[in-house]
């Protein structure tokens, strides 16, 4: 490797991994406190373009499209945390469950990550969260229980290698306990892996909940959730509202990119081969 | 901007026509200025194309994606008669409704009612042909009958019990009980041939009415020719297209000059369109919100009823404390009437409804009937406080508008409302409890029966909780006696100098504005004088079609 004067790849990834914490933390933080605000309509100030007092303009019932934005990013990083937190545990779970409890748990669990894999996506999510009644609960339950299968095989298929591995097959013959090399040998060797196959869920859910919102399955329509500010945008586009769509449109782009940044920034950190660079 | 995306929308339009038509040049002189978006698009075009030369005799028409009737152009299965009503040209009917929504005869040549009220007999014209060369007889009126009122889902015909042809030229409605309104219904149930009729008739529907229907590219569009055998007036119009689309669409297509009307939405009403011109249609297409007007209870496990609203005083306080035009400017943009009854304008509609907005007279209201304001600006009165949720459809951007509208107009009041989205699915058993943005209005008194009449089996109004037995005896009576008589006593169910639903009555709905049918009409096309349209903007634009006209 070619040697750096003074920021070397770490530092580099670290000040990404700073940045990028912090604009999501402050966009949740910031939609959470601001939400009265996203809701207020006042018809005075209907159809405004961007400008310096309302950034990304209004909409047809006057509310700040800003302040609509950020607090709709703010739900989605909500529901994106909640969700792929449950979905991690869940593939933590049936992953490790699948590696180490033999062959007959191990088929049931592989048919059951087949089935849903099997199903697209969007179509098992809608089914989801029209079952539990839309809204929040029904969008984080559907995002949850669709996105933990290629995570769940991630964690199955490191636990198998791990099992055969040599070091891990010396600890059992010296008669470690069982619970005692999972916790000492194999759980250190996981654990990037699945805070990586986690931040890199998040942008899935994000994503996910503002499609299901968006085409009506979701969030509610008084919410002001990404999904709905965009499908409600459709209708005005062609009145040349553009402001309506793009920026709304943009900041889910740049949130979106800036978790999967996030993901590559821990993976650079905590995978062995790229650590020390 | 809006002039460059507009550019931009010219280029590719003019691209994808170049590429359309490169095939047959010599005739696409007129379809260099349209633009082909959907499959439709190339029909226009065509039609388009064809109708230029000399004296125009064909219109194209935009409709809302949900006016194509799903289950074909059936009476029984809601076609002019379901929903939405409208005359339903490729049938014709017994009587049609006038401009000002009184009565006239089309096929019914006399039309009488018994003594008791239990028998319409009804003279129908002779000579009147089915477009497939069949006569119309008095059976065909009554096997029509008997067959919407087996079939019908989506109207009421529960007060038919039999019809019967006494002749080829008499018809005989047996009712269960008296009616008098009968003739509006006779307006909108459209005379199927009984030789011609089976299950897949909505399909391929035949008729005796002003236009045959031709073709019909489900999802797409239907195409009308004039019957050239019709009984009265020849249509002017000889070919009319109705396209299905949104309206976004809907405002494309006419940017791109591939229309003749447009249907549109107020949002869309300050956009100029060269070539067009905006046409307003007055409606009694309403919309008000359900205040429930009995305290809270379970019923069956339903929550009926609401704590707050239950208050008449709260319920006349908000009536009077809304600015209704003020709300037309903000959500309609200013293209609607401010609406205090269900039936405005209608022959049966009470003047004695109109309010005007008075505020303080609306605190007065609250601050005597013990509504004090709390520390948060909220009034609350024996630990209830003033607040409630005004729901809306999910996705209808106008209810949505004016739900938060009236929000903030109450907040003034001290009441706190919060809006929500809702779907269909839950809205009605919400409603029961929870007030919600409604839309309403019909070429019938029936609806004021719907409305605020009580139901046996609950003792309340179905979709709202309210009783008063001296309004439900005048709807009950208005049903009884003569059609002319009937108008005087709906007007007095609605108040009748002591009590009844207005502001000075019970006044468990209310109301807030008719929604003026906005359309893009080209220029050169006269569109003839419409009748306030009823609720849905569909197919009532086309009612008289036929009287249209090019200059």
């Known amino acids: 490797m070619k040697k750096r004067l003074c920021w070397n790849q770490r530092t580099k990834t670290l000040i990404l991994l700073a940045v990028a914490v912090f604009y999501l933390a402050g966009v949740a933080v910031w939609g959470l406190v601001g939400r009265e605000s996203a809701l207020v309509t006042d018809f005075s100030r209907k159809n405004l373009t961007p400008s310096l007092s309302y950034l990304f303009g209004t909409d047809w019932l006057g509310r700040d499209m800003l302040a609509r934005t950020v607090t709709g990013l703010s739900i989605s990083i909500i529901i994106g945390v909640c969700a792929a937190a449950v979905s991690a545990v869940i593939a933590g779970l049936l992953g490790v469950a699948a590696a180490t409890l033999g062959k007959k748990v191990d088929a049931v669990i592989t048919w059951l990550i087949d089935l849903i894999m099997g199903i697209p996506h969007i179509l098992l999510l809608i089914l989801i969260s029209f079952a539990a009644g839309k809204g929040l609960t029904g969008v984080i339950l559907g995002v949850s229980l669709t996105h933990w299968t290629s995570l769940a095989r991630v964690i199955r298929a490191e636990v198998l290698q791990l099992k055969e591995s040599t070091y891990i097959r010396t600890a059992e013959k010296l008669g470690h306990s069982k619970w005692r090399i999972a916790k000492k040998h194999m759980l250190p060797h996981l654990i990037p892996q699945f805070l990586v196959g986690l931040v890199l869920l998040f942008p899935h859910a994000i994503l996910h909940e503002a499609s299901i919102t968006f085409l009506g399955f979701g969030l509610s329509t008084e919410q002001p959730a990404i999904g709905v500010i965009l499908s409600e945008s459709m209708k005005y586009l062609v009145t040349g509202k553009w402001w309506l769509a793009l920026f709304p449109g943009l900041m889910l782009v740049l949130t979106v990119m800036l978790f999967d940044l996030l993901g590559e920034c821990l993976r650079k950190l905590t995978d062995p081969g790229s650590v020390h660079r | ?551």
């Open chain 2, 1 to 551: 901007m809006k002039k460059k995306m507009l550019h931009t929308f010219g280029a590719v339009a003019a691209a994808v026509i170049m590429l359309a038509s490169c095939g047959n040049p010599s005739t696409e002189t007129q379809a260099t200025s349209a633009a082909g978006t959907a499959g439709a698009g190339t029909t226009a075009v065509q039609t388009e194309a064809a109708g230029t030369a000399e004296g125009k005799d064909s219109v194209i028409v935009t409709m809302p994606t949900t006016s194509e009737p799903e289950s074909g152009f059936d009476p029984a299965y809601g076609w002019g008669a379901g929903e939405h009503v409208h005359e339903p040209l490729i049938q014709s009917t017994l009587t049609v409704t006038t401009k000002d929504l009184k009565i006239e005869k089309d096929l019914a040549t006399d039309y009488q009612m018994s003594e008791d009220g239990l028998t319409w007999t009804v003279k129908i014209r002779d000579g009147v042909m089915f477009t497939d060369g069949e006569k119309l007889t008095a059976s065909d009126v009554a096997f029509t009958y008997n067959n919407v009122k087996e079939k019908s889902t989506v109207n009421d015909f529960t007060m038919l019990k039999e019809a019967v042809a006494v002749d080829d030229t008499t018809v005989e409605f047996h009712m269960e009980k008296p009616y008098s309104i009968w003739p509006y219904t006779m307006a909108i149930v459209g005379i199927v041939p009984e030789h011609a009729y089976d299950e897949s008739y909505g399909q391929h529907p035949i008729g005796s009415g002003r236009y045959i229907m031709k073709q019909w590219d489900k999802g797409q569009q239907v195409i009308f020719e004039a019957n050239p055998d019709y009984y009265g007036e020849q249509p002017k119009m000889k070919k009319v297209t109705v396209l299905f689309m949104e309206e976004e669409a809907a405002l494309a297509a006419a940017q791109a000059g591939q229309v003749d009307v447009a249907h549109t939405a107020a949002s869309y009403s300050d956009l100029s369109l060269d070539g067009y011109s905006l046409f307003s249609v007055a409606s009694v297409d309403n919309r008000g919100f359900n205040l429930p007007a009995t305290k809270a209870e379970e019923k069956d496990g339903l929550l009926v009823g609401n704590d707050f609203t239950s208050d008449p005083a709260v319920r006349k306080a908000i009536n009077i404390g809304i600015n209704r035009e003020e709300m037309i400017q903000n959500v309609l943009n200013g293209h609607g009437t401010p609406a205090y009854s269900i039936c405005d304008k209608m022959p049966w509609y009470n003047p004695d409804s109109e309010v005007s907005y008075d505020p303080e007279a609306a605190v007065k209201l609250l601050e005597e009937a013990g509504w004090t304001a709390g520390s948060d600006g909220i009034r609350e009165k024996d630990g209830v406080r003033a607040e409630m949720t005004l729901m809306f459809s999910s996705g209808d951007s106008v209810r949505q508008a004016l739900a938060e509208d009236t929000a903030n107009q109450l907040k003034a009041l001290g009441i706190s409302v919060k809006t929500e989205g809702v779907g269909w699915d839950v809205a009605y058993d919400r409603a029961q409890s929870e007030p919600l943005v409604w839309g309403w209005g019909a070429h019938t008194p029936m609806e004021l029966y719907n409305i605020y009449h009580s139901k046996a089996e609950t003792g309340l109004a179905e979709y709202s909780p309210y009783a008063n037995e001296t309004v439900d005896r005048y709807m009950d009576q208005a049903l009884e006696t003569d059609l002319e008589g009937s108008y005087g006593l709906w007007q007095k169910a609605q108040w009748d100098g002591a009590t009844g639903v207005t502001q000075d009555g019970d006044i468990p709905w209310i109301w807030l504005c008719n929604v003026d049918h906005l359309y893009f009409v080209r220029d050169g096309l006269t569109v003839a004088d419409q009748k306030i349209h009823p609720h849905g903007h569909g197919w009532s634009i086309v009612n008289n079609v036929d009287e249209w006209d090019w200059k």
